[in-house]
């Protein structure tokens, strides 16, 4: 029996079933029993500091260079795959190209978006990676979930072309992440009329509460309290934020930067929050998180930095003031992973042993590898998690390797066997082997 019907069937309100039907004994109740599996991809973009990311043995005994510091915690958790390479051609520059074909790995088709090379482009040719997950989870009634995936954003401009997308649900589709927060809330938890909905929502959450006293166990009443507690505190955080205008304003950068820049540190943490809530719900099995764009001009002024993030990437490797910059801005990218990565680890698997973290799969990569030289080679991957039975706790090395055979172990890893991803003659070889 399905989850959702079953609850109907107990005389549950409809605006309920985003909060039970994921709880534990309600899973018990309707004979699921299958492995939960989440992927969740952050990108972060304008390329890494390579010696201040790298480590420099391979193995399980690596060392963590400064990037990756705020995740040293995790180590044993974590897979640092260098040597993976966007090996897409064809039209659009290499922002466009890495941002658009990185989790697609196929051509940009021929448009009138004229980038920093020769040829314009326009919209990706395939489907990303993320999608074809969400539809193979989808496609089983075991793990279909009431959205599938959730695309989030933060400080991500309006406008959409190659440098702002990188999902996409087929060839000429792409998808917009959400990086207003109250927006994304209204979304997981019903479109909201107005704000006073939302305590209608909750009083029939605790009607239904009632109900359930002898079919729900004593831990997923705790665990619904929980939940009903954590959107208690998100509207009135939601509300604060509204108040200090977090939504859109007049740009105050360039053309096409989100004015949500200086609260970029408070809107990540709100949807990282959303996300692990959403998780711990089971709306979604899959995710995105999006920082700024390619060519994102964002002003870390928060670490005390006001240039704009793309031109910081531009300056020569001998600009040392430039190089301690950008390694503050990507070590801080990395303790926003570690903020989502601790909240998976800390919260308990609903219906299962151990932790969310241990069904869940997290890869942080980039649009390049390195700013200033524009190179989709050594694009850096980092992994943690266990969702997808990887041999975790290592440093790997490659040549040149094409991110679709990495791509086509997530799917392999997930049950489902594509004998190609994205271009097929760049998955030769096959699905990377990371057991």
């Known amino acids: 029996m399905i989850r959702r019907t079953f609850l109907r069937e107990i005389g549950l309100s409809a605006a309920s079933l985003p909060f039970l039907s994921g709880l534990p004994s309600l899973q018990a109740a309707v004979g699921s029993s299958v492995r939960k599996q989440r992927?969740?991809?952050?990108i972060s973009p304008n390329g890494t500091i390579p010696k201040?990311?790298?480590?420099?043995?391979?193995?399980?005994?690596?060392?963590?260079?400064?990037?990756l510091l705020p995740l040293e915690a995790f180590r044993e958790r974590m897979l640092v795959l260098r040597g993976m390479s966007n090996k897409v051609r064809g039209d659009g520059d290499s922002h466009m190209r890495g941002m658009s074909c990185l989790l697609t790995g196929k051509e940009l088709f021929p448009g009138n978006i004229q980038g920093g090379s020769h040829t314009p482009a326009g919209w990706c040719s395939g489907i990303s990676i993320d999608q074809e997950l969400k539809n193979h989870f989808q496609s089983q009634e075991a793990s279909r979930t009431r959205f599938g995936s959730l695309e989030f954003g933060v400080g991500v401009p309006d406008r959409a072309d190659p440098w702002t997308r990188m999902v996409y649900s087929?060839?000429?589709?792409?998808v917009g992440a959400i990086d207003d927060p109250y927006q994304m809330f209204k979304k997981l938890y019903g479109q909201l009329e107005d704000k006073e909905h939302l305590g209608s929502v909750l009083d029939e959450l605790q009607t239904d509460l009632k109900k359930l006293q002898k079919v729900v166990s004593p831990e997923d009443r705790q665990m619904l309290a929980e939940h009903a507690e954590f959107v208690f505190e998100m509207e009135n955080e939601l509300k604060a934020a509204e108040a200090q205008k977090l939504h859109h304003a007049a740009p105050e950068l360039e053309p096409g930067i989100s004015d949500t820049n200086d609260n970029i540190p408070e809107i990540s943490r709100m949807q990282i929050d959303l996300m692990v809530n959403a998780f711990s719900n089971d709306m979604a099995r899959v995710s995105t998180l999006q920082y700024t764009?390619?060519?994102g001009q964002a002003r870390m002024r928060w670490l005390g930095i006001n240039e704009g993030h793309h031109g910081l990437s531009h300056e020569p490797d001998d600009n040392e003031d430039a190089q301690?910059?950008?390694?503050k801005i990507n070590t801080w990218f990395a303790e926003q992973l570690n903020y989502l990565v601790?909240?998976?680890?800390?919260?308990?698997?609903p219906g299962a042993d151990g932790s969310m973290l241990d069904h869940?799969?997290?890869?942080?990569?980039n649009e390049l590898g390195k700013g200033n030289s524009h190179t989709l080679n050594n694009i850096p991957f980092v992994l943690l998690g266990d969702g997808f039975g990887f041999d975790m706790g290592r440093s790997l090395a490659y040549e040149k390797l094409s991110i679709n055979r990495l791509w086509m172990a997530f799917?392999?890893?997930?049950?489902?066997?594509?004998?190609?991803?994205?271009?097929?003659e760049l998955c030769e070889g096959g699905a990377l082997d990371l057991s």
């Open 39 to 42: 992927m969740v991809i952050m």
């Open 52 to 67: 201040s990311f790298w480590p420099d043995k391979k193995g399980r005994d690596f060392d963590i260079k400064e990037i």
């Open 170 to 174: 087929g060839p000429n589709k792409p």
């Open 293 to 295: 764009n390619s060519v």
């Open 324 to 327: 301690k910059k950008l390694v």
């Open 342 to 349: 601790t909240k998976l680890a800390d919260t308990p698997e």
């Open 360 to 365: 869940t799969t997290i890869v942080w990569t």
């Open 411 to 424: 799917a392999h890893g997930a049950g489902h066997q594509l004998e190609s991803f994205g271009n097929p």
